[in-house]
């Protein structure tokens, strides 16, 4: 079946450094990939998505690039705010109506 | 101009109560879902509704039972409510295509059964 492994957390960070969490996943065929972000006390947010192999998504600073070889989609931000502190959620999806599965979630603190 | 809304947002009750949660989408979207987040935030689907029609079940408990009045709403009612269900529960939409599922996510319920 399919399945998203992400880093674990908590990632601490200083304002202004550069962040990665790590994301591989296992799937049949030729899913999207996707980035969700929860900020504390909130729902989940799309962040940003790819949805085939060598697509690069991008938003607010964030990128990360669908790797089919490497069957991974990183994300990567080069200088973070305490803003940013917040779990970070890598997912997979197939299309017509199926369900996202999530990885474990990797919660971020940036400190100034 | 909220897109996909949840009520309650904070559920507190006792153990043996039954509950709703409802939710409601403006996007327009013909699918949506109930995902299980727990406390160590990892997120799981429970149902997912297409056009009011039943697509995904995933192994629930029957004590959960989904229903769509229309394609705008998806309402979650359990009964016999155990110390388990605790959690935050994740009403999401989307419009399904060949190339994607983007799914737009509701602001969560939080219930607490004591």
């Known amino acids: 079946g399919n399945s998203v492994t992400q880093m674990e957390g908590p990632v601490t960070l200083s304002e202004e450094a550069f962040l990665t969490i790590n994301c591989t996943y296992t799937?049949?065929?030729?899913?999207?990939l996707f980035w969700y972000v929860q900020y504390p006390g909130e729902g989940l947010q799309l962040l940003l998505k790819?949805?085939?192999?060598?697509d690069k998504g991008s938003n607010k600073g964030f990128e990360a690039t669908y790797r089919k070889e490497t069957t991974s989609f990183h994300l990567e931000k080069g200088s973070v705010q305490v803003s940013d502190s917040a779990v970070y959620f890598c997912?997979?999806?197939?299309?017509?109506?199926?369900?996202?599965?999530f990885g474990g979630g990797t919660r971020v603190l940036v400190k100034p | 101009d909220t897109a996909v809304s949840q009520t309650p947002k904070y559920l507190v009750t006792q153990m043996g109560n039954d509950k709703s949660i409802k939710c409601e989408q403006n996007?327009?979207?013909?699918?949506m879902y109930w995902y299980k987040q727990d406390s160590k935030k990892f997120l799981k689907i429970m149902f997912s509704?297409?056009?009011?029609?039943?697509?995904i079940n995933e192994t629930v408990p029957n004590r959960f039972s989904p229903k769509s009045p229309d394609k705008a709403h998806l309402n979650l009612h359990i009964n016999s409510l155990e110390l388990g269900d605790s959690a935050v529960y994740f009403c999401?939409?989307?419009?399904?295509?060949?190339?994607?599922?983007?799914?737009?996510f509701g602001p969560g319920t939080r219930l607490t059964v004591l």
């Open positions: 790819a949805t085939k192999a060598d």
């Open positions: 799937a049949t065929g030729y899913p999207s």
């Open positions: 509704y297409n056009n009011k029609e039943l697509i």
């Open positions: 999401a939409s989307s419009q399904p295509s060949a190339r994607s599922n983007t799914q737009y």
């Open positions: 996007l327009g979207h013909d699918t």
């Open positions: 997912a997979l999806g197939k299309a017509a109506g199926n369900k996202l599965t």
